[in-house]
């Protein structure tokens, strides 16, 4: 698998008049099951069973409708929380990416409204937590680029970070540009499916996310969000920004050992004026001749949690125009050489999910830097692009 990284509002903490031991799981054709084996279907069974397992007694009750916006979501929340809950979880924002395709409304709205949702919740005395969108497999019929449900996902972050709350990050277990295999192996193949449904193993991995944010286990590492310029080719000096963020329900980011990387280098820490436990924002200069044939993005950093969860992501690659760039070339100066050789000979053996592996150097996309991928750095040693 190679690796590049329905919006869930859960109430974490209940005062004793609510009822305490109920969940409710409220949402579209996602939190209904579409697209699951299993009977019953979805994520809320499956989160049931994991809390009873971790000594919860609780009920997790599925209020999943089919198609259904957050417009009309807006309309129908009273009604399922009328009887009290500990939690909701809502699952809530991919159907209105339809809308935004059309024209007919804007990631703003879908975004007010979600928070409205979350206020409802507050107002009876249920805390919220943000959530992300899933994305769409290859071949939907909007959006099949993901683009706007990045977007999305992208303002969410913004919102909880500066609200100061926490969210659930299905995004980034979820994240097409970090697991390119994720379609086959957590969504449903279903030729009906034009939007995108987990399968079985999907929705369990789903039920863990939500599992571990109820029971305080920081499992995911802090998450890229929007950067600029957020296009495909550079055509001169630019300046690039970009941030990472943690929910506030995580152990905080080590701000001190937390980069921004271009072309495998740190090249800047995290402005201080902008930047705390939960965000690092970033500044940096592209110009001239340094653009060099491409430019890859990237963060490294680490947590505060105990272990920390430790993280390398690359965000964007930037072409450069009127430049080629070949694979191993892997700083983007335009040429092959022992600057790259020495990259390479650094990550020589690892795998996906040790420390030293790194994408850029898996030229063959299998998963391990080995042999086959040194034949194709052997084949491109001394060449001299621009």
Not at 108 to 114: D, G, P, R, W
Not at 182 to 188: G, R
Not at 335 to 363: H, K
Request: charged share 25%; hydrophobic share 40%; with cysteine.
């Amino acid at each position: 698998m190679r690796r590049f990284s329905c919006l869930l509002i859960v109430a974490l903490l209940a005062p004793p008049a609510l009822a305490a031991d109920r969940i409710v799981a409220f949402g579209d054709s996602i939190t209904r099951g579409f697209g699951d084996s299993a009977n019953p279907a979805g994520y809320p069974p499956k989160l049931q069973k994991m809390l009873k397992k971790a000594g919860l007694d609780v009920s997790v009750e599925n209020f999943g409708l089919d198609g259904e916006t957050t417009f009309e979501g807006l309309s129908r929340l009273d009604a399922a929380l009328a009887a009290g809950a500990s939690h909701l979880l809502l699952m809530e924002g991919t159907n209105d990416i339809n809308l935004v395709v059309d024209g007919e409304v804007s990631i703003e709205s879908i975004v007010a409204n979600l928070e409205t949702m979350g206020s409802k919740a507050r107002q009876k005395g249920i805390a919220t937590l943000m959530g992300t969108v899933l994305p769409r497999p290859p071949g939907s019929r909007k959006d099949a680029s993901n683009a706007l449900t990045r977007e999305l996902n992208w303002d969410l972050y913004v919102l909880t970070a500066e609200k100061k709350r926490p969210f659930a990050d299905l995004w980034a277990r979820f994240n097409p540009f970090a697991d390119t295999d994720v379609f086959s192996t957590l969504y449903s193949r279903s030729d009906e499916d034009k939007i995108g449904h987990p399968n079985n193993d999907g929705y369990k991995v789903i039920a863990e996310l939500f599992a571990d944010q109820i029971l305080g286990v920081d499992s995911l590492a802090p998450v890229p969000g929007r950067f600029e310029p957020f296009v495909t080719e550079l055509a001169g000096p630019t300046e690039l920004t970009a941030s990472v963020f943690e929910s506030a329900g995580g152990s905080g980011i080590k701000l001190k050992e937390t980069f921004l990387e271009v072309n495998g280098e740190a090249v800047a820490t995290p402005i201080a004026a902008l930047s705390n436990r939960r965000r690092a924002s970033f500044s940096y200069s592209l110009g001239g001749k340094a653009l060099g044939c491409r430019v890859v993005v990237g963060f490294s950093g680490r947590d505060q949690a105990e272990p920390p969860n430790a993280f390398a992501q690359l965000i964007w690659a930037y072409d450069v125009e009127g430049r080629e760039h070949v694979a191993p070339d892997v700083n983007g100066d335009c040429t092959v050489d022992t600057i790259d050789l020495d990259l390479f000979a650094r990550s020589f053996g690892a795998e996906f999910g040790d420390p030293t592996y790194n994408v850029l150097l898996d030229f063959n996309a299998d998963d391990i830097i080995d042999g086959r991928d040194l034949a194709i750095f052997a084949a491109h040693y001394g060449r001299s692009t621009s």
